[in-house]
């Protein structure tokens, strides 16, 4: 593989750090899916945790350095689910933590932020307004700035769901992975195109919020003036010039998908599969549901990456679920 920021060998070092309710998260064929979706389709669902997202993975190696040799308080931006998963590690490690966010993020997840023991600064704007005062007090209080995806913690915390995936049996052939600031997708995909290169790694962005894929596609940061998606955890505007570099090395696609195919792809999984998730989880499912006949005959995986949502606005979004006669 050509240069990259991440490492194999410190991934692997990274799950010795990462509190064991974060790993082995379940990953399993879902048959009820593939009738309507064409393929075999496998879950790894990330939500069944304290904090309800993989975020952990990173906010965990990330809080190990910091209480074994760095500064004891931490700032972050979130949309949500690095705040909750940052503000989790560093209780744990008596760290002090602070996550600003937008005063419009899902109630649900500021909630949770709070509810976790760290401080939480509002902005009246988006991710990107909150990243610029994170930034600013990083820098005035002299404390450790945490930087999803940019921080090589986050995404080789990420990169240990793959690990878990290339040592599962059966062998799948695609892995679709939720593309938002690319540590999912940049973690995940250098596992996997590492230790099982075969498999086709498709990144999966909303068409509302789609910088990273036009990004990629062009080879070239590309921003975007503003976003519009029901799918918050992925809806950045600026990509980071050294993850769009990693991701150019793993991922062999990048697709956009329609709001109403992932509101389908969450419908899908409440009604087939029983779960409730965010709407950043449901886009490899949106992703077949597009295009049935890329991945017809195939064994893919999808990671269920997040479940904080708000429920009234799930309840909009979904609906009731289907009922089946016997």
């Known amino acids: 593989m050509q240069e990259t920021r991440l490492d194999t060998a410190r991934i692997r070092a990274a799950r010795r750090v990462i509190d064991p309710i974060f790993l082995n998260t379940p990953l399993y064929r879902c048959e009820a899916l593939e009738p309507d979706l064409g393929c075999t389709v496998s879950i790894k669902l990330e939500t069944a945790n304290p904090v309800r997202s993989f975020k952990a993975r990173g906010t965990e190696v990330v809080a190990s ?129 590492s230790l099982a290169p075969d498999v086709e790694v498709i990144c999966v962005q909303p068409l509302g919020a789609p910088a990273m894929t036009h990004s990629y596609r062009r080879r070239r940061v590309v921003t975007t003036d503003s976003t519009d998606t029901i799918a918050d955890g992925v809806a950045g505007r600026f990509p980071i010039p050294a993850v769009l570099d990693d991701l150019l090395l793993v991922a062999d696609d990048a697709v956009l998908v329609q709001e109403a195919s992932i509101i389908a792809g969450m419908r899908m999984l409440l009604d087939r599969a029983g779960l409730v998730i965010e709407p950043s989880s449901a886009l490899g499912i949106a992703a077949i549901l597009e295009d049935r006949e890329r991945f017809a005959g195939r064994h893919v995986v999808t990671i269920v990456c997040g479940s904080n949502v708000d429920m009234d606005a799930y309840h909009r979004w979904v609906g009731a679920p289907a009922t089946h006669r016997s």
């Open 65 to 193: 350095r910091l209480a074994d040799h760095g500064p004891r308080a931490v700032v972050c931006a979130s949309a949500g689910n690095l705040g909750q998963a940052l503000a989790w590690s560093g209780r744990g490690r008596g760290l002090d933590v602070t996550v600003v966010a937008s005063r419009f993020a899902t109630v649900t997840k500021l909630d949770r932020i709070r509810a976790l023991g760290a401080e939480l600064e509002l902005v009246d704007g988006d991710h990107e307004m909150a990243r610029e005062r994170a930034v600013a007090i990083a820098r005035y209080d002299g404390i450790r700035l945490v930087e999803d995806s940019l921080d090589i913690e986050t995404c080789e915390g990420a990169a240990t769901i793959g690990l878990e995936l290339v040592g599962s049996v059966p062998s799948f052939d695609t892995v679709l992975i939720a593309l938002g600031g690319g540590a999912l997708a940049t973690g995940v995909g250098h596992v996997v195109k």
